[in-house]
């Protein structure tokens, strides 16, 4: 298929898209794909809720631990990265690095599906990597092979099929926000009820058989990502099975993606709040809340499903409120909508700098409602600002390039989650728990603040519509 023939099949298909309101007013495509999004967000948060407890209770347990192959060199590297280890820091660091190289395997994705083989095959491969490694889990000596395996499968699915999300909608459809918005709620329901699931299995069961139901939801995904297959936008890809030489970057395009690369880091800092949830807020949540009720004591833990649900529940109302707000006034751009997320969610740390106030003065934890609050606000800033983002990635950038963009954009969350949320957590006990959280409010103010000012002087890069991309 020629270049142009691509572009006129996928701008035909676009066109048909704006039509196309199967799926709750949005194309059929983004049901399928939702659908398959939410069986691999299945599979990855069931393991990963159970990744450390397992190598801390079972893997790393003299008799299992000499099993897995590869294990002594694997304990080497992890020495020579983080230093010397204890049981609990290696089981610690090593689902620290897995979780942060999920978000850096993504890129080689996305240039493996833009310049070679094509987002839907890409995406194939890589759900089938995935059922195959969180099944090698299982086996103690396969385990880092799984792990590999696992890396590599989220590195050729997640950014592409998200940028395939992103290709059901033309460049001035204002439904593309909503469309990942929607997209985001499979993954808020995946986190809700994969714990539970995988996590009640491996813990109370057997550890292996919670990996097992993890490989089946995976499974599922791929199944349902090859069924719903006919539904998602062409493939740029000659029927020769070449790949379809790409049109060079314009200047405008080397402009966009500069400026795309450049707002990574105030990115990160905007999720500092919400990444923190699973971290150092555990530990001051225990000594500031007030856990027990009727005689129970609540595991702090449960306040992240707590959270998992408030979050689900606000992306529907985000959602409601756009869809109102739309068929009123003019739609903000996704860049806007990202700046007022970020405005509400630093209102969230706060809400917790009140709290460790009211817990200083008064020496005894605070009720629970306070961390509703700080839920609550976190959640609706959360909905406008991880999603919109993704729809924000695949709008601006360049022909070709829509897989890579987005890949790109996970980025931002290897970067808060390694390098900002770490060394922020570890401050805790160190500064007055307020100034802890003021510490937070702030950072993500001069998100905020540097993101409105993208909004104002590069609005016109971030936010296209067809005539200036045309006009380019």
């Not at 270049?3 to 066109?15: H, I, P, R, V, Y």
Request: glycine share 10%.
């Amino acid at each position: 298929m020629s270049t142009n023939n691509a572009a006129s099949a996928l701008d035909e298909f676009q066109a048909k898209s704006k039509s196309d309101t199967v799926f709750i007013g949005h194309p059929r495509g983004l049901g399928w794909l939702s659908a398959s999004e939410f069986w691999e967000r299945f599979s990855y948060y069931g393991m990963q809720t159970l990744l450390v407890l397992y190598l801390m209770h079972y893997l790393l347990q003299p008799g299992h631990i000499e099993q897995v192959w590869g294990f002594e060199a694997f304990r080497r590297l992890i020495a020579w990265v983080y230093g010397e280890q204890s049981q609990m820091a290696l089981a610690s660091n090593t689902a620290q690095l897995y979780a942060g190289l999920v978000y850096v395997t993504p890129l080689a994705g996305g240039i493996l599906a833009d310049r070679m083989i094509g987002r839907t095959f890409t995406v194939t491969i890589g759900a089938s990597l995935m059922v195959v490694g969180t099944f090698l889990l299982v086996l103690n000596q396969t385990f880092l092979i799984g792990l590999m395996f696992l890396l590599a499968g989220v590195g050729c699915f997640k950014g592409n099929i998200a940028s395939q999300v992103g290709d059901l909608y033309t460049i001035d459809d204002h439904r593309r926000a909503d469309g990942f918005q929607i997209y985001f709620m499979g993954i808020q329901l995946a986190v809700i009820i994969s714990p539970v699931i995988c996590g009640y299995l491996g813990q109370r069961v057997d550890w292996h058989l919670g990996f097992v139901a993890a490989g089946v939801g995976m499974a599922l995904g791929l199944a349902i990502y090859l069924v719903g297959r006919r539904t998602f936008p062409p493939e740029p890809i000659r029927k020769n099975g070449g790949a379809e030489k790409r049109p060079p970057l314009t200047a405008r395009d080397r402009k966009v993606v500069i400026l795309l690369v450049a707002l990574l880091p105030f990115l990160a800092l905007s999720i500092i709040g919400n990444q923190e949830i699973f971290d150092a807020y555990l530990v001051w949540g225990e000594r500031s809340f007030q856990t027990v009720m009727w005689g129970f004591n609540m595991p702090i833990t449960w306040i992240v499903s707590l959270d998992a649900f408030v979050s689900a529940v606000t992306m529907i109302m985000v959602i409601a409120f756009w869809r109102w707000y739309g068929k009123r006034w003019k739609e903000p751009n996704e860049i806007t909508k990202i700046v007022i997320g970020v405005s509400i969610s630093t209102l969230g740390p706060l809400v917790l700098a009140g709290c460790s106030a009211v817990v200083a003065a008064t020496h005894h934890p605070v009720p629970l409602f306070w961390a509703l609050g700080f839920h609550i606000l976190n959640d609706i800033g959360f909905a406008n600002v991880l999603p919109v983002g993704l729809a924000l990635y695949s709008r601006a950038a360049p022909k070709g390039l829509g897989g890579t963009m987005i890949a790109v954009y996970y980025i931002h969350l290897f970067i808060g989650n390694t390098l900002m949320v770490g060394p922020l957590g570890g401050l805790l006990g160190t500064m007055p728990d307020t100034s802890f959280w003021l510490l937070h409010a702030g950072l993500m103010a001069v998100s905020a603040a540097v993101l409105f000012a993208a909004s104002i002087f590069f609005g016109h890069l971030l936010a296209p519509t067809r005539a200036e991309v045309t006009a380019a």
